[in-house]
């Protein structure tokens, strides 16, 4: 059995200097989160609001904690206060919701909008022929407090590498788009969220700049 150390290294070893590696610990004890930590992980990603804040308080406050999940309007304001980032955001009521709860709180919460790039029937996500028409109805200053910094999306569950593949390639293909028109004076435009234990390296290949990798380093949930 490897610890949680090696196989950190040994996927940074792997992972190219441009590509943050976010550490999913949903479900994950404190120690073993800190295990990670001390190894020098620093990105954790969880889904539930919940756990994430049972956890956070008991744990060092230098580590960037991104909301991957589902998050429902009215839970954002439990963890505006020091999240990160927030990965899934497919609707313009809830970016309006942590634009407030952050200015509130004096901060800035990057966010991504989650694309709904899988074939699997999902009531997450924008669907890619919606994403323009999404963008447009954005105010036309944007949400101060809540800039949108890149796409995020999750690929078929399925072992054809090619439907994978292709699926990564059309979010980054999204994400260009967006970059020259909508996101054409806005630097911070800069991240595509894509990548897991089983697809992470087909990811990096397709353009991925944060992958979310949570059973190759805490074994499986
Ligand atoms: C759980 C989860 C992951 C990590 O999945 P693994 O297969 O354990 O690497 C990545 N992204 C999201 C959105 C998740 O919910």
């Not at 909508?182 to 353009?207: H, K, Y």
Request: with cysteine; aromatic share 8%.
């Amino acid at each position: 059995m490897s610890t949680i150390r090696q196989r950190l290294d040994l996927l940074r070893a792997k992972i190219p200097a441009h590509v943050t590696l976010i550490a999913v610990s949903k479900t994950k004890s404190v120690s073993l989160i800190r295990e990670a930590y001390d190894a020098g992980q620093r990105d954790f990603g969880e889904n539930y609001v919940q756990e994430l804040i049972e956890k956070q308080p008991q744990l060092p406050s230098d580590i960037r904690w991104h909301f991957i999940g589902h998050l429902q309007s009215n839970k954002v304001k439990f963890i505006a206060p020091f999240v990160s980032c927030i990965h899934a955001v497919d609707s313009h009521s809830l970016l309006k919701e942590i634009d407030k709860q952050a200015s509130k709180e004096n901060r800035s919460i990057p966010c991504l909008l989650q694309i709904h790039i899988a074939r699997e029937v999902s009531k997450f996500g924008i669907s890619p022929a919606d994403v323009s028409a999404f963008v447009q109805a954005l105010p036309q200053a944007g949400y101060p407090n809540a800039p949108i910094t890149g796409v995020m999306g999750m690929a078929t569950f399925t072992v054809d590498e090619a439907i994978i593949r292709e699926e990564f390639e059309s979010l980054s293909r999204i994400f260009s788009n967006l970059k020259e028109t909508t996101f054409a004076g806005s630097p911070e435009f800069s991240q595509i969220s894509m990548g897991m234990s089983s697809d992470w390296p087909l990811a990096v290949e397709c353009g991925s700049t944060m992958i979310r990798v949570g059973s190759s380093i805490f074994g499986e949930r």
